[in-house]
């Protein structure tokens, strides 16, 4: 993927910690007060705007960073032989991933009691300076009861990587807790049913007990699948946004393919913020690059997608930065999208672009969506914490027949517009059909076609059937 690499080059050396001056404490306003969310034609203000050049700060004031100085790794790696061995899963790799690089900035490990308590209670965590920041997912470690017992009395665990068997964390001042998986599954989900992905993977089958602490990386976390490179930290974002003399950065959070309403999206954003007066607002395009369900397009073909979208000019790539965001995905819905909003102000965005049903699924056991759709944008607009992103809601884009291109929907000729959901964009790649001339670009479309067809089985062709939980 040359074309994407020429214009985010990650640095070969790991950047130093980034600081900047304490927020002020944060001041919540009355409900009434706030703007009406279901405004979607504005830009969500808690403040006067004032258009100016600086990054967003990180939460908590300074970008937390994780992964130990290159000049004691090897006695860190000696110190972790010697300790009781904690085995991960690989999404358990993927949230030290998250934590190592500041995504979840002030978080410093996996959290003990009191911040998973507050994550499922207030989805936010109060500083010791009173400040307020948005969490609202639980970063957490299970273990069953043979492990605590193993663990008995000591201070420190070695954290071990599912593939190599070898250490890639220690983990600092534990704390050993009850693990009550209903309460966790209800706050987060706001449902008990069976059949969540994410819960389904990680939780239901999980040890009883959760154990929290400070975190020490031994080392830089890589997948070593080839799209390393692309998975650029909080640091190093923002190194390009400066790099680059961004005065805004707005992010589009995605798990599908790239169609060209997505991108007539990000283009009007950007048209939007220059009318602001920004000078150079510069786009993050961010796909999630964790733990997804089984029938979403895998990230190195979402990849492959995307670089086709910056290759035929849909997207420019001169004020596009396209990154991985290690998360896993929730499909959480208003819970979740917090989180996506929060890790991408450590990344230094202060615009976030929020759609419908963000971070959402259908019902695993009934026929409806899991969350009302406008949800997601009208919470963002009132979570704590959030108070300094500016959120951008998504105009409504559809296939206008008329003009044979994707559009803004326009409510006075309904008649004039097609709605291509998810569902039917993913059924015409499987049965080998082209979408209308300009939903997508056609060598983007190619790039799912081919992943289906990869995917077919030779005896028939038919896409082998997973448990979808989606529609």
């Known amino acids: 993927m040359s074309s994407m690499a020429s214009f985010i080059s990650k640095p070969s050396t790991t ?30 203000h808690r403040v006067n705007l004032k258009v100016k050049s600086a990054l967003i700060e990180p939460d908590g004031g300074k970008l937390v960073e994780l992964v130990v100085d290159e000049s004691i790794r090897r006695e860190k790696k000696r110190e972790a032989v010697s300790l009781t061995r904690v085995k991960l899963s690989r999404i358990d790799v993927q949230w030290v991933h998250v934590l190592s690089e500041g995504w979840a900035s002030p978080l410093r490990g996996f959290m003990r009691q009191t911040e998973f308590l507050q994550t499922l209670h207030f989805n936010s965590l109060r500083l010791d300076d009173g400040n307020i920041v ?53 706050r987060t989900w706001g449902t008990t049913a069976r059949g969540l992905p994410y ?12 154990i929290g602490g400070d975190l020490e990386v031994l080392e830089p976390v890589k997948y070593n699948d080839g799209l390393d490179r692309f998975r650029l930290s909080p640091a190093e974002l923002r190194n390009e946004f400066l790099k680059r003399n961004a005065d805004a950065v ?16 990000m283009t009007d954003t950007r048209r ?57 995905m929730h499909y959480a819905g208003p819970t979740e999208v917090q989180w ?59 296939y206008d027949k008329t003009q044979g291109k994707m559009a803004f929907f326009d409510p006075s000729r309904p008649q004039d517009f097609v709605f291509i959901s998810g569902t039917k964009m993913r059924t015409l790649a499987k049965n080998n059909e082209n979408p209308p001339d300009g939903f997508m670009c056609p060598s983007g479309w190619k790039v799912l076609v081919d992943y289906y067809d990869s995917i077919s089985t030779p005896e028939n062709g038919k896409i082998p059937q997973v448990a979808a939980v989606a529609v």
Do not use: C
């Open 15 to 44: 950047p130093t910690a980034l600081s900047f001056e304490k927020p002020n404490k944060i001041r919540f306003i009355q409900p009434i007060t706030l703007p009406n969310p279901t405004r979607t034609s504005t830009i969500r």
């Open 134 to 186: 948005n969490m609202s997912v639980p970063i957490v470690l299970a273990i069953d009861e043979f492990l605590k017992t193993r663990i008995g009395e000591s201070t420190r665990v070695a954290l071990i990587d599912p593939d190599s068997d070898q250490p890639i964390a220690i983990l600092n001042d534990i704390e050993i807790y009850k693990h009550n998986k209903e309460e966790r599954i209800a």
């Open 199 to 210: 819960a389904e993977e990680t939780i239901v089958n999980a040890g009883d007990w959760l």
């Open 250 to 265: 707005f992010a589009f959070q995605l798990r599908n393919p790239v169609h060209n309403g997505h991108a007539l999206l």
């Open 272 to 328: 939007r913020l220059l009318e602001m007066g920004y000078k150079n607002p510069i786009l993050l395009l961010h796909p999630l690059g964790g733990f997804t369900k089984p029938d979403d397009v895998p990230l190195n073909w979402r990849m492959k997608q995307h670089e086709k979208v910056l290759e035929d000019g849909v997207l420019d790539p001169e004020t596009t930065v396209v990154s991985i965001f290690p998360s896993p």
């Open 340 to 398: 996506h909003a929060k890790a991408r102000i450590n990344a230094g965005a202060n615009f976030y672009i929020v759609g419908r049903d963000p971070a959402g699924m259908g019902h695993p056991l009934e026929k409806r969506d899991l969350y009302d759709a406008d949800h997601g944008k009208k919470v963002l607009g009132m979570a704590p914490g959030l108070e300094r992103l500016n959120i951008l809601p998504f105009k409504v884009a559809a």
